[in-house]
């Protein structure tokens, strides 16, 4: 049975996670992810649960050691130029 209001983990879990996937075109303001402390936010990525593009261009995914030797995504979107 569903809770009467309110969002339930059962339905709101699909609205989580990665949005855009490596070498897609994203505009400014796009939402990459949703509430994850999986990726951090990387060159023109703007966010800390929710990271958006800064601006417009392409994504890809790089990985860097923490502090505590894990190894951290992170999100980045390479500019377009302009003409």
Known sequence: MA???GKTSRFFRETRGLKTSGGQKVTSGSVLTRQ?????????????????????????????????????TLVNVKAVEQK
């Open 36 to 72: 994850g402390a999986k990726w951090k936010p990387g060159v023109n990525v703007n966010g800390e649960a929710h990271l958006t593009a800064a601006c417009d261009g392409e994504v890809y995914f790089t990985h860097k050691k923490s502090s505590y030797r894990r190894l951290q």
């Open 3 to 5: 809770k009467k209001g």
